[in-house]
């Protein structure tokens, strides 16, 4: 996994499936990549197969863990999969999706 940032923003692509054998590594780094405090983070999910029920609660966790430290958290290009989730759990105000990333850089493959 990787992800560029400046220090106030940073995009993180993942991709494959977010299940719980993917998830405790991709909440480390999520979790790094929002330390500091004050960071907006968007997570392209474009590339997302499958996410289960763990992968929901890192993001859920991520989310909630910018929004403490002043930043914010939202989803970009959420795969249909991905959003048919969102949907069904109503988590659009947890997990904004967002239009376009917040910066210009955008991570390698995550997942």
Known sequence: MTVVSDPLSATVVLDGEIDIATAPAIRRF???AITGGDVH???DM???TFIGAAGI???VAAANRAREGG?????L???????LLLDVFHLDAILP????SLDPFVAGSAA
Do not use: C, D, E
């Open 30 to 32: 999520l979790m790094a």
């Open 41 to 43: 983070l968007a997570v």
């Open 97 to 100: 999706v967002a239009q376009h």
């Open 46 to 48: 474009s590339g997302v």
């Open 57 to 59: 609660g890192v993001l």
């Open 71 to 75: 930043g914010s958290l939202s989803l």
């Open 77 to 83: 290009a959420p795969s249909p999969q991905v959003q």
